[in-house]
C-alpha cells in the first residue's frame, strides 16, 4: 500500500522551495547591481564599490567634490576628470577621507585645478592607484598636496603647476611607494618611516626629489635635477637601505 505525504510534509517542500527562489532573486539583484554610479559630487557614507560615469567639476573654493565617510570603499573614476576651481585661490580636495577609516581604494582617472587631490590620510590601509594629479593650485603652497595616503600608492603621476616657483608635495605616504612619477613641486615624494618606496621617478622640483626618514627601504628610484637634493635621508631615528637609485 502507497503512504500518502503528509500535510506538513507537503508544507515544508513548498516553502523550502519558495525560499530557494527568494534567495537566488536576490542574489541575482545583487550581482546585477554592480558599482554604485556617482554623477555628482557628494559623500559616500556606505561601503560599496562605486564607478563615475561623468567628469565632475566642483566650483567650490574649499571643501571636497567627494567625502568618503565610510570604511571599505572602492572609488573607480573609470578614466573620468575631477575638476576643481581654477581661480587660484581655492583651498579644496578632489576626494577626502573623513574619520578613523580603512581600507579605501581610489583609482583610473585625472584630478585638476584643487590644493589636495587625494587625502586619505585618516585611512589606513588604503590603495591610490593610476592616477593623474595636475596643477595643485598655490593657495597655502607649503600644504599643496597631489597624494597624501597610508597604504599603497603605485602607478601615478603628480604634475605641479606651471610658473616659475613650483609649489607643494606631489605624493606624501607612508606605506608602499612604487612606479610613481613626480614632476614641477617643491617637493617631489615625502616618504614617512618603515616604507618600501621603489622604482618612482622624481625631476625637476624646487625642492627635493626624495624626502625619505628612516628606517625604511629605497631601492631603484631616479631622481635628477632637484635643487636642493634628489635624495635626502632623515636618518635621526635609524638608518636606511638604499641600492641601486639613480640620485646623483
Avoid at 7 to 25: D, N
Avoid at 88 to 105: E, K, P, Q, V, Y
Avoid at 115 to 144: F, M, W, Y
Avoid at 149 to 170: D, H, K, M, Q, W
Wanted: aromatic share 6%; with cysteine; proline share 3%.
Amino acid at each position: 500500500m502507497k503512504t500518502q505525504p503528509s500535510v506538513f510534509t507537503i508544507a515544508v517542500v513548498f516553502w523550502a522551495i519558495i525560499f530557494a527562489l527568494v534567495t537566488g532573486a536576490k542574489a541575482q539583484d545583487a550581482r546585477e547591481e554592480g558599482p554604485f554610479e556617482i554623477e555628482k559630487c557628494q559623500t559616500i557614507d556606505k561601503s560599496g564599490s562605486y564607478k563615475l560615469v561623468r567628469n565632475l567639476t566642483f566650483l567650490g573654493t574649499n571643501g571636497a567634490c567627494l567625502m568618503i565617510t565610510a570604511s571599505g570603499v572602492t572609488l573607480d573614476l573609470a578614466g573620468f576628470t575631477i575638476s576643481g576651481h581654477t581661480s587660484g585661490f581655492a583651498t579644496s580636495t578632489a576626494i577626502l577621507a573623513s574619520g578613523d577609516l580603512r581600507g579605501i581604494a581610489v583609482q583610473n582617472g585625472s584630478l585638476s585645478g584643487f590644493q589636495t587631490g587625494v587625502n586619505l590620510g585618516s585611512a589606513t590601509g588604503s590603495l591610490v592607484e593610476k592616477l593623474r594629479v595636475i596643477d595643485i593650485t598655490r593657495t597655502l603652497p607649503a600644504t599643496a598636496t597631489g597624494i597624501i595616503a597610508s597604504g599603497i600608492v603605485r602607478s601615478n603621476s603628480v604634475l605641479g603647476p606651471l610658473g616659475p616657483n613650483p609649489v607643494g608635495t606631489g605624493i606624501s605616504v607612508t606605506g608602499t611607494l612604487t612606479g610613481n612619477y613626480v614632476t614641477g613641486t617643491a617637493t617631489g615624494m615625502l616618504i614617512g618611516r618603515g616604507s618600501t618606496v621603489s622604482d618612482n621617478t622624481a625631476t625637476d622640483n624646487r625642492l627635493f626629489g626624495f624626502f625619505v626618514t628612516c628606517p625604511s627601504n629605497v631601492t631603484g628610484n631616479t631622481a635628477l635635477n632637484n635643487s636642493d637634493g634628489n635624495l635626502v635621508l632623515e636618518t635621526a631615528r635609524g638608518s636606511c637601505n638604499i641600492t641601486n637609485n639613480v640620485a646623483p
